[in-house]
């Protein structure tokens, strides 16, 4: 069974650097074709794609938070990082860690955390 | 990137009546990269449908996606009081993946 589950602060302060865990089990990052990716959701947003790490150690990022995100993994205690940095009330958002896998040539979103709300305010 | 439209923004219906929910496509998605998730509040989003007709594991026969280039449809067959969520689309054709704003389905 594939669950994920995020950690990490509810109200950072405006400058102040996030950091967020996704713990998970029922899959290995060390596996072909296994991937995390992060996302977020501004209240009354639309859903959007932050971050991916995949079996390979690959990274990618939104082009648009490139410069403030940072993603790894330590696949000893199934968990990736993410964090992001000089925080802004914008960021408020529910951020969801979920796994990405691959299925024939194509790369499928199948399992979510429940996500976590974060609150940037002074 | 690709935008995707989805409609009606809320739909009210009976339990037992077919579900129609659209998603446009900003450009032409591939069939193969289509997904269909389901999202109630409080639990984690859940995978419906991918490949635009390809139900996930354990998902029930009443849910079935259809489509291609730049329309996508979910059906829902037969509504139960269990369907309440708010449903996405969403693209993985073109980085970055994107997703639709959404369809809330509520059960008279």
């Known amino acids: 069974q594939v669950t994920l589950r995020e950690s990490g602060p509810a109200l950072v302060k405006p400058t102040q650097t996030l950091t967020l865990t996704c713990s998970f089990s029922g899959f290995s990052l060390n596996t072909y074709g296994m991937c995390v990716n992060w996302f977020r959701q501004p209240p009354g947003k639309a859903l959007e794609w932050l971050a991916h790490i995949d079996w390979e150690d690959d990274k990618y990022y939104s082009r648009s938070l490139k410069t403030r995100l940072t993603i790894s993994k330590d696949t000893s205690k199934n968990q990736v990082v993410l964090t992001m940095t000089n925080m802004d009330p914008v960021d408020t958002a529910t951020y969801f860690c979920t796994r990405v896998r691959s299925v024939e040539t194509d790369m499928v979103l199948d399992y979510w955390g429940q996500g976590t709300l974060v609150t940037v305010s002074s | 990137e690709i935008v995707l439209t989805q409609s009606p923004g809320t739909l009210s219906l009976y339990p037992g009546e077919r579900a129609t929910l659209s998603c446009r496509a900003s450009?032409?998605?591939?069939?193969?990269?289509l997904a269909w998730y389901q999202h109630k509040p409080g639990q984690a989003p859940r995978l419906l449908v991918y490949g635009t007709s390809n139900r996930a594991a354990g998902i029930p026969d009443r849910f079935s996606g259809s489509g291609s280039g730049t329309d996508f449809t979910l059906t829902i067959s037969r509504l139960e009081p269990e369907d309440s969520a708010v449903y996405y689309c969403?693209?993985?054709?073109?980085?970055?993946?994107?997703f639709g704003l959404g369809t809330k389905v509520e059960i008279k």
């Open positions: 450009q032409s998605v591939s069939s193969r990269c």
């Open positions: 969403q693209q993985y054709d073109k980085s970055p993946r994107t």
